[in-house]
């Protein structure tokens, strides 16, 4: 579990001071800042994950470009927001050894026609693998991780399509042996990996949306001609919508798909992604998930949202009737900390079955 909160930091110095009061509304309030002094967004890190431990991190977030310029123009092909440019800076360190450094940036020309999203990133992880044996097995993944995406809006429409270049050079060790479900282990293993990605995004807002959709279709083809060590391929559907039920009550709905083939990294395999459910520890050929989130916004800057989720991991184990159900259930609040950029912070709390886990968000918790 990863906690992240945010507290103002100046890039510059001998700036006129930034305004941290909304005008419109008299509320705290980090656009100025973050928009027209050049300012970064710190994010302290706390973890709490039982994958990795108890630790810290920070991360640094850089805004600029286009940011709450509605169109005119109320017709579907319009889009009513062009998301800002975003770079981020960040490391984390937990008490079981496991550390992370990466560096992002995404960034849209000629009014959001083009998205380019670039990522490098290094780990040193400490985390347990489950497998046929439903026992965790304790292991170290060390590698460096590089990240290309470019996609382009198709016509005037809401739909986006382009590729994405994944390139990992990993090494990875048992602390007791092999698993016996894993004959052959490879501890040097690198993956490289074209897919063709398609998305839809029709949000009001990528960082916490009040109306609209986004959904993502990809077909990953990783392949030893496009650097890797194994052949395998994974197909993945994402989605999320937002529906206005009422001017302060937003329903949320989520589904997520991913589907492997071939000889595919045992940690690459897809996993149940919930709130309150340790990432990887349902994890197999094939993962499924599902889940909805009721949003009340009580004022234009505070909500309180409501969630319960469920999913299965299943294909080499278990076939999906016999996989085991896995459910969340959880509860949470946001305030909204940068109106002109739609971001808000606040906290998640959620349940799984031997498992509590709270959260500290950016944003919406579905990315």
Do not use: C
């Amino acid at each position: 579990m990863v906690i992240v909160a945010a507290i103002p930091f100046d890039a510059r110095a001998g700036d006129q001071s930034p305004r941290f009061v909304d005008p419109e509304d008299g509320a705290l309030d980090m656009s100025d800042f973050l928009l027209k002094h050049k300012g970064a967004l710190p994010v302290p890190i706390v973890i709490t994950e039982p994958a990795i431990g108890y630790g810290l991190g920070l991360g640094l977030l850089f805004f600029s470009g286009p940011v709450g310029e509605r169109k005119d123009a109320t017709d579907d092909s319009s889009f009513s927001r062009a998301p800002p440019n975003v770079t981020a800076l960040g490391g984390l360190y937990t008490n079981n050894g496991t550390w992370a450094a990466a560096a992002a940036h995404f960034h849209t020309w000629d009014n959001d026609r083009y998205r380019y999203l670039g990522a490098l990133a290094k780990v040193d992880a400490h985390l347990n693998y489950f497998g046929a044996s439903n026992a965790p097995r304790a292991y170290t993944l060390q590698g460096a991780a590089v990240l290309q995406q470019l996609l382009m809006r198709l016509g005037d429409s809401r739909w986006y399509a382009g590729l994405r270049y994944l390139f990992f050079d990993s090494s990875s060790s048992f602390a007791s042996g092999v698993p016996g479900d894993l004959p052959g282990l490879q501890k040097d293993l690198r993956i490289g990996s074209v897919s063709v990605v398609v998305d839809y995004d029709s949000r009001d807002n990528i960082f916490f949306p009040a109306a609209g959709s986004f959904a993502e279709l990809e077909a990953q083809l990783s392949r030893t001609a496009f650097g890797g060590t194994q052949d395998y391929d994974v197909y993945a559907a994402r989605g999320y919508t937002w529906l206005p039920l009422t001017r302060a009550l937003i329903l949320g709905l989520r589904v997520d798909g991913k589907f492997s083939s071939g000889d595919i990294p045992f940690f690459a395999q897809p996993y149940v992604e919930l709130r309150g459910v340790q990432k990887g520890r349902y994890q197999d050929r094939n993962a499924v998930a599902a889940e909805i989130e009721l949003r009340w916004d009580l004022t234009p800057r505070w909500s309180l949202l409501g969630f319960t989720g469920a999913g299965k991991a299943y294909g080499r184990w278990h076939s999906f009737a016999d996989a085991p159900n896995v459910q969340s259930v959880g509860a949470g609040f946001r305030y909204l900390i940068a109106r002109a950029l739609g971001v808000s912070i606040g906290l998640d709390v959620a349940h799984s079955r031997d498992q509590n886990a709270f959260y500290i968000q950016v944003g919406s918790a579905w990315r």
